[in-house]
């Protein structure tokens, strides 16, 4: 079942902060972040997994709220490499396969 | 380093016409390996992964079809296309499964005319 992602678009000055959400009906493993600029292919950003254990970038935050089967992405002092489409991607088992489901994206855009 | 490679990188074709999309990784062993689809402004679907040569495991019902022919090798194919075929393919890997990123190659984008 595909996770849901919220906001669908966010638009931003640089240095603001934002925060995308992920969420799911079923008990996750884990979720995955990554971003995509235009045209490119998904770059990863953060693995957070049930339990509590995370990695990623030193340079992005995210946290995993296991009860309500929620992440949520943390881009704070955002620069305008920062734009692109932020997708989360969830496993629900735990089996080792890495089936990911992703979320349908969302949108963001940093102006100077 | 690892690194993956995908061909073509892009490629319009007939409907009806056969496909074989391929992807390459290398500096690393047995990785899992991932066949996604992205039709325009959407996200990723997976179709196919595999933990091993000749296991393939396929996601969504389809006339798309997948290989594992060696080790770092997977291949997508088709007999006929459909023009819902079209999209952006991407190939991925990871040294696991989810405890463990999925790197992406640079994506093969299909258009089915």
């Known amino acids: 079942q595909q996770p849901v992602q919220s906001p669908q678009a966010v638009i931003l000055r640089e240095g603001e902060d934002a925060v995308i959400n992920c969420s799911s009906s079923k008990a996750l493993y884990s979720v995955h972040w990554y971003r995509q600029k235009h045209g490119e292919a998904p770059v990863f950003l953060m693995i957070?997994?049930?339990?509590?254990e995370q990695k990623g970038h030193d340079k992005i935050s995210a946290s995993f709220n296991e009860k309500k089967q929620q992440s949520s992405l943390y881009l704070t002092a955002s620069q305008l490499s920062y734009s692109g489409t932020y997708f989360c991607?969830?496993?629900?088992?735990?089996?080792?396969?890495?089936?990911?489901?992703f979320g349908q994206g969302t949108i963001l855009t940093v102006h100077p | 380093s690892q690194t993956i490679h995908q061909w073509p990188a892009t490629l319009v074709q007939p409907v009806g016409s056969p496909l074989s999309l391929e992807c390459t990784v290398e500096g690393t062993s047995n990785p899992n390996l991932y066949w996604y689809r992205q039709a325009a402004g959407r996200g990723l679907q997976l179709l196919f992964y595999?933990?091993?040569?000749?296991?393939i495991s396929s996601e969504v019902p389809q006339n798309l079809s997948a290989s594992r022919p060696q080790d770092r090798q997977f291949i997508l194919s088709s007999k006929k296309l459909l023009l819902s075929d079209s999209g952006f393919y991407l190939c991925?890997?990871?040294?696991?499964?989810?405890?463990?990123?999925?790197?992406f190659g640079p994506g093969t984008r299909l258009t089915v005319l």
């Open positions: 991607g969830t496993e629900r088992d735990g089996t080792s396969y890495g089936k990911l489901t």
């Open positions: 595999s933990v091993g040569i000749g296991q």
């Open positions: 991925a890997w990871s040294l696991t499964g989810g405890r463990d990123e999925q790197f």
């Open positions: 957070l997994l049930k339990g509590g």
